[in-house]
């Protein structure tokens, strides 16, 4: 334990300011929450209406399909401020006031101009039109914590506009969030789950982020709520990293552990592993799992670092790069656990392309305790920046154009 934390202290011991900005995402769906409306209903699926909806069979063009062969998390940010971005904050009025970074008072926006340029191959320009065929009768899950949610609002921003009003909807049902494109009967949903597994986390809006106690060995609470689900993508990583320990029970409730967190991760991502292998069929479902989000915590990792953080940076790194935040224990774990399931479970391997988006964070233009920062806090970075969460329109849009290329690729096989 001591060579531990002596030698990877920096991986673990994020700044006191960690915990804190943990809360402003679980604070964030106690205040949606409140405003959740026709809680019942959302379980059931709404009427058809009488409209008759056309079908538009979608075609795959060539310049749209990524031979097998490219790796498309490999490559660099190249500018391009003609497709990018693909919405704004105003024509997004889902977005939730966390990560409208310039409504915030952010004075650079280049960060939304990057696209992303895989080596070997091109990305096919986002269509939300076919994505929402390919979705059609089906339900999108986003499984996660406040990152994960990011994925979901941006999905969400990157389709709404095609959906006449009235014909779309955004419900808050905790622990899920639910957007419906009725004459699509499709879903895109978010689902807060922050270890994947059961922890005193997981209510949606009442819980503690200092004190954690994680059920290694018990998912199905949650996983009831997976079942059947068209295409699942799962994300789990700040969450564990507090501490080089965490408090966690494996089988009986009362025996409470810590947990080296890698030993706990293994755990708990085989008792996940062991849920998608009884529970999955792999010819009408898809799975996928994104691997750690980066965060930008200290910019001596980058730069001749004055002791600062992801605050003032609005240019993507440019080199090789990879820093301290992202563990490679945890990615070797992933590895292993994808590696030995029969089931197939589709990596989105996002880490090493958002590692060079130092510029994307929410910084102090974000919230803290579900309020804008005030002036005097967003004068103090080193305590008030959030170099977790990202601004949107942003980084992760980019993950979306991914998981849409992957699903445009596999369209015939549904
Ligand atoms: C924790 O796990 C890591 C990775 O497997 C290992 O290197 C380390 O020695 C473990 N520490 C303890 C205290 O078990
Ligand atoms: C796009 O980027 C180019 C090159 O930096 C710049 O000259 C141009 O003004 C930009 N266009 C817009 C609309 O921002
Ligand atoms: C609508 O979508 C749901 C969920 O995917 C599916 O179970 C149902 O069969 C669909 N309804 C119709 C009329 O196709
Ligand atoms: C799981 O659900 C059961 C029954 O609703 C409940 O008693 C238990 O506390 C839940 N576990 C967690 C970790 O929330
Ligand atoms: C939140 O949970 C704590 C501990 O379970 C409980 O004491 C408190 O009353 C809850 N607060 C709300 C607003 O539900
Ligand atoms: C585990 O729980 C004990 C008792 O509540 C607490 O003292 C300790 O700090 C916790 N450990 C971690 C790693 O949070
Ligand atoms: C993800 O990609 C990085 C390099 O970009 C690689 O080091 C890592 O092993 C990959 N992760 C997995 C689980 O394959």
């Known amino acids: 334990m001591r060579t531990l934390l002596s030698v990877d202290r920096r991986r673990y011991l994020f700044p006191a300011a960690l915990a804190s900005l943990l809360f402003i995402g679980s604070l964030k769906i106690i205040l949606e929450n409140i405003k959740t409306i026709h809680l019942t209903d959302a379980f059931f699926w709404p009427q058809r ?25 490999q490559g660099k940010w190249v500018w391009d401020n003609q497709s ?33 340029q895989p080596d070997g191959c091109n990305l096919p320009r986002f269509n939300a039109l076919k994505l929402l065929e390919i979705l059609r009768d089906k339900r999108l899950m ?82 009831k709520q997976w079942e059947g689900v068209d295409i699942l993508v799962y994300e789990s990583y700040v969450w564990w ?4 320990t965490i408090n966690a029970t494996y089988g009986n409730l009362d025996n409470v552990q810590e947990y080296n967190v890698t030993t706990a991760y293994r755990l708990a991502m085989e008792t996940w592993a062991k849920w998608i292998e009884s529970s999955i069929s792999s010819h009408v479902q898809k799975v996928f799992f994104m691997t750690m989000s980066p965060t930008h915590l200290w910019n001596w990792e980058w730069k001749k670092g ?92 980019t993950w979306n154009e991914i998981l849409y290329a992957v699903l445009l690729q596999d369209y015939r096989k549904f």
Not at 88 to 107: D, F, I, W
């Open 49 to 73: 209406t009488e409209h008759r909806v056309v079908r538009r069979p979608i075609t795959v063009s060539d310049d749209e399909t990524i031979e097998r062969s490219c790796n498309i998390f």
């Open 84 to 116: 990018h971005p693909l919405y704004t904050e105003e024509s997004c009025p889902l977005l939730v006031k966390q990560v409208t970074c310039q409504k915030n008072g952010r004075p650079d926006s280049s960060y939304q101009n990057w696209k992303w």
């Open 142 to 223: 986003f499984v996660g914590d406040s990152v994960q949610r990011s994925m979901f609002d941006s999905m969400v921003c990157l389709v709404q506009s095609v959906i006449p009003e009235g014909k779309r909807s955004l419900q808050k049902v905790p622990p899920r969030k639910i957007f419906r494109a009725e004459e699509y009967n499709a879903s895109i949903e978010f689902y807060w789950a922050p270890f994947l597994v059961e922890s005193i986390s997981d209510h949606a809006t009442n819980h503690t982020v200092m004190k954690r106690l994680v059920r290694l060995d018990s998912i199905s609470n949650h996983s």
């Open 241 to 244: 990293m507090y501490k080089p």
């Open 306 to 397: 004055d002791g600062g953080n992801c605050f003032g940076e609005s240019q993507p790194i440019q080199r090789p790069y990879w820093g301290t935040g992202s563990n490679l224990d945890i990615m070797g774990i992933v590895k292993d656990v994808l590696g030995q399931l029969r089931v197939n479970v589709r990596l989105l391997n996002i880490t090493q392309l958002s590692e060079y988006r130092k510029d994307g964070h929410t910084s102090v233009y974000g919230e803290r305790k579900g309020k804008l920062l005030t002036k005097e806090q967003q004068s103090d970075p080193k305590n008030y920046a959030d170099c977790i969460h990202w601004c949107l329109p942003g980084v992760p849009d």
